[in-house]
């Protein structure tokens, strides 16, 4: 089983949003009087009505979101996408890499997050031993599989050597994006973040599904991202927020 979803940002991610503790009750099948316990503190779900709650926003989310509201040079007129259509009507390849090195099993949990979104899309996954493996993977994924765009997923141990091993991955793909025309989505984690092995996988999780969503967004709509400039969106954390001046 996953973890449990962070249900301290439930009440901040609704309100972002602009929905009502009633709407998101009738997107989830959770009752109103239990979101409201929830968001106050005073209850602690089960780890099921947390993730529908989790799902019901995400999904909220995607639904809201629309590109392509340039004028339209015939009619004058805007025209919208919702973008979590488009993504569910897209049929392209993404690529999913893992290592054996890592101990999380990093692509399986991106895999999940991409067919839960868009089950048209094709998924090639690639396992390698280890970090300086990725780079050749996503040129093969990318040039032999047509993969559209890659998502590499990996763990760090900034020990020594190692770090000089992230660098080479790093500059690897960056190579391989230029030579390629296509971006490599990277979701590196570093085994040294924090000693709590439980957020750990709770960080690598979070990481790993908000990439698979933006590989999703570049492969069917990239200029759905350009909403979210400059917002301070964080994989792995808390969002840190946008700076005004």
Same mark, same amino acid.
């Given at each position: 089983?996953?973890?449990?979803?962070?249900?301290?940002?439930?009440?901040?991610?609704?309100?972002?949003?602009?929905?009502?503790?009633?709407?998101?009750?009738?997107?989830?099948?959770?009752?109103?009087?239990?979101?409201?316990?929830?968001?106050?503190?005073?209850?602690?779900?089960?780890?099921?009505?947390?993730?529908?709650?989790?799902?019901?926003?995400?999904?909220?989310?995607?639904?809201?979101?629309?590109?392509?509201?340039?004028?339209?040079?015939?009619?004058?007129?805007?025209?919208?996408?919702?973008?979590?259509?488009?993504?569910?009507?897209?049929? !392209?390849?993404?690529? +999913?890499?893992?290592? $054996?090195?890592?101990?999380?099993? #990093? =692509?399986?949990?991106?895999?999940? /997050?991409?067919?839960?979104?868009?089950?048209?899309?094709?998924?090639?996954?690639?396992?390698?031993?280890?970090?300086?493996?990725?780079?050749?993977?996503?040129?093969?994924?990318?040039?032999?599989?047509?993969?559209?765009?890659?998502?590499?997923?990996?763990?760090?141990?900034?020990?020594?050597?190692?770090?000089?091993?992230?660098?080479?991955?790093?500059? !690897?793909?960056?190579? +391989?994006?230029?030579? $390629?025309?296509?971006?490599?989505? #990277? =979701?590196?984690?570093?085994?040294? /973040?924090?000693?709590?092995?439980?957020?750990?996988?709770?960080?690598?999780?979070?990481?790993?599904?908000?990439?698979?969503?933006?590989?999703?967004?570049?492969?069917?709509?990239?200029?759905?991202?350009?909403?979210?400039?400059?917002?301070?969106?964080?994989?792995?954390?808390?969002?840190?927020?946008?700076?005004?001046?």
């Amino acid at each position: 089983m996953s973890p449990l979803p962070d249900i301290s940002q439930i009440a901040s991610f609704r309100r972002r949003l602009g929905v009502t503790q009633k709407r998101i009750a009738i997107e989830s099948g959770v009752s109103q009087s239990l979101i409201s316990k929830i968001e106050a503190g005073r209850v602690v779900p089960t780890y099921d009505n947390a993730k529908l709650i989790i799902d019901a926003l995400e999904r909220i989310e995607l639904e809201s979101e629309s590109v392509g509201m340039r004028q339209d040079k015939t009619t004058k007129q805007g025209r919208s996408l919702p973008v979590l259509e488009a993504i569910r009507k897209c049929k !392209g390849r993404i690529g +999913v890499i893992d290592t $054996t090195f890592s101990n999380i099993d #990093t =692509a399986s949990i991106a895999i999940k /997050e991409i067919k839960r979104l868009a089950n048209q899309v094709t998924i090639r996954r690639y396992t390698v031993p280890g970090l300086r493996d990725i780079p050749l993977a996503c040129k093969i994924l990318i040039e032999r599989e047509k993969c559209g765009i890659v998502l590499a997923t990996g763990m760090v141990s900034r020990k020594g050597a190692e770090k000089q091993v992230e660098n080479q991955a790093v500059h !690897g793909i960056m190579l +391989v994006q230029l030579q $390629t025309g296509r971006h490599v989505i #990277t =979701a590196f984690f570093d085994e040294h /973040e924090t000693r709590d092995k439980t957020k750990l996988y709770k960080i690598v999780v979070d990481r790993v599904r908000k990439h698979a969503q933006n590989s999703l967004k570049l492969l069917a709509v990239p200029e759905s991202l350009t909403d979210y400039a400059g917002l301070g969106l964080r994989q792995g954390a808390k969002d840190v927020g946008q700076i005004r001046g």
